[in-house]
């Protein structure tokens, strides 16, 4: 089955692993504000209490390690990798990679449900911006974002469900 796409980047917002990543993450996520680095550990705070390391991360691979299970599954064989904003593994890099491996075809999918320029227009800007950097030879398109899907309030229904006590 071909989709026309030849690979899938999860496009994520990223999140420091570690205290010493932290503040290098919040000046990227903060980059041209001039806000002061002090008042950037101020705000990493709720960062340090977690060992330096967002939730975040470790939620957008299991969301990826599934979307690879649900595809294969499925019987489409393509390429799905992470790609994040604002920390390792960048968007960039992964093109790279995936432009190393043959693909030039990339269909970007946001972990962002919602419309906005931080949920939405800037994952197509870095996806634009990345192959302008980086002179890469590849077609982006990034799904719209999925909010107003018909399945989408049953989805989120389900699973406060299973979170609430009973």
């Known amino acids: 089955m071909s989709l026309g796409y030849d690979a899938v980047v999860l496009l994520g917002f990223g999140g420091p692993e570690g205290t010493d990543e932290v503040v290098p993450f919040?000046?990227?996520v903060t980059a041209g504000r001039g806000i002061?680095?002090?008042?950037?550990?101020?705000v990493g705070q709720h960062y340090f209490t977690l060992g330096g390391v967002s939730p975040i991360n470790a939620q957008n691979r299991e969301l990826l390690a599934a979307l690879r299970a649900e595809l294969a599954r499925?019987?489409?064989g393509i390429d799905v990798e992470l790609a994040n904003r604002n920390s390792p593994p960048f968007v960039a890099?992964?093109?790279?990679?995936?432009?190393?491996r043959g693909h030039r075809?990339?269909?970007g999918v946001a972990t962002a449900a919602y419309s906005g320029y931080s949920a939405c227009r800037q994952y197509r800007e870095d996806l634009g911006l990345a192959i302008e950097a980086t002179g890469l030879d590849?077609?982006?398109?990034?799904?719209p974002p999925f909010y107003d899907l018909p399945e989408f309030p049953g989805a989120i229904t389900e699973l406060l469900l299973a979170a609430l006590p009973t």
């Open 26 to 28: 919040l000046e990227r």
């Open 36 to 42: 002061p680095r002090e008042r950037l550990v101020e």
């Open 105 to 107: 075809r990339i269909l």
């Open 74 to 76: 499925a019987g489409i």
């Open 138 to 143: 590849l077609e982006a398109r990034k799904l």
């Open 93 to 100: 890099d992964v093109l790279t990679e995936l432009a190393g």
